[in-house]
């Protein structure tokens, strides 16, 4: 996991006269923060992070894009879920709301960044609302996980009442309805 630091600062230099109260009011508004992702940095400067389970988030802050990619299924959970990842970032007001659309790999979404007006590392902000929006998502899918884990538990040790009276079934020397030694070939009768 990459530990990254990001500071965000709030600085107004529009006003000539500057006091001890605005010097402390602009380090009130100086917000520092750490979160943990597993994300790594490609070659071209794009960011990866694989935090959630069921999307890849990549951020391409030259490009001024944001792209989900499904990991392992293609259901109506992960569209679902990027769905709540591009609302997310439309309603934190970084996300161009009409240019959300399909991409060109099967199962992506993704989305444009809006221009900001100030001079603002993108970067860091798409990861800070990134971890954001995981650890928002994290107690609805370690509940779902948690419920997977009891499912799998009753099929594989089931208790006395959902068990057979058999127990230990032995296994056979042979097992189904056609025996080994007659498979039919693909070229038979030639």
Not at 30 to 37: E, G, M, P
Not at 41 to 46: L, P, R
Not at 115 to 119: D, I, L, T, V
């Given at each position: 996991?990459a530990?990254i630091?990001?500071?965000?600062?709030?600085?107004?230099t529009?006003s000539?006269?500057?006091?001890d109260m605005d010097?402390?009011?602009?380090q009130?508004k100086?917000?520092?923060?750490?979160?943990?992702?597993k994300a790594r940095?490609?070659?071209?400067?794009?960011i990866?992070?694989?935090?959630?389970?069921?999307?890849?988030?990549?951020?391409?802050?030259?490009?001024?894009?944001?792209?989900?990619?499904?990991k392992d299924?293609?259901?109506d959970?992960?569209?679902?879920?990027?769905?709540?990842?591009?609302k997310y970032?439309?309603?934190?007001?970084v996300?161009?709301?009409?240019?959300?659309?399909?991409?060109?790999?099967?199962?992506?979404?993704?989305?444009k960044?809006q221009?900001?007006?100030?001079?603002i590392p993108?970067?860091d902000?798409m990861l800070?609302?990134?971890?954001?929006f995981?650890e928002q998502e994290?107690?609805?899918y370690?509940?779902?996980?948690?419920?997977e884990d009891?499912?799998v538990?009753?099929?594989?040790?089931p208790?006395?009442?959902?068990?057979t009276?058999l127990?230990?079934?032995?296994?056979?020397t042979?097992k189904g309805?056609?025996p080994i030694h007659?498979?039919?070939r693909?070229?038979?009768?030639?």
């Open positions: 996991m530990d630091e990001v500071k965000l600062d709030d600085q107004d529009s000539d006269f500057t006091s010097t402390a009011d602009k009130e100086s917000v520092k923060f750490n979160i943990k992702l940095k490609t070659i071209d400067g794009n990866i992070v694989s935090d959630h389970p069921d999307i890849d988030i990549v951020i391409m802050p030259e490009k001024m894009k944001v792209i989900t990619f499904a299924n293609f259901d959970t992960v569209y679902e879920t990027q769905n709540r990842m591009f970032l439309f309603r934190k007001g996300l161009v709301p009409d240019s959300v659309c399909g991409s060109n790999v099967y199962g992506s979404l993704e989305g960044i221009q900001p007006k100030q001079e993108i970067d902000l800070m609302l990134v971890g954001k995981i994290k107690p609805s370690m509940y779902q996980k948690s419920l009891v499912f538990d009753n099929v594989t040790n208790d006395e009442e959902n068990s009276e127990g230990e079934v032995p296994a056979a042979e309805s056609v007659q498979v039919r693909y070229a038979y009768g030639l």
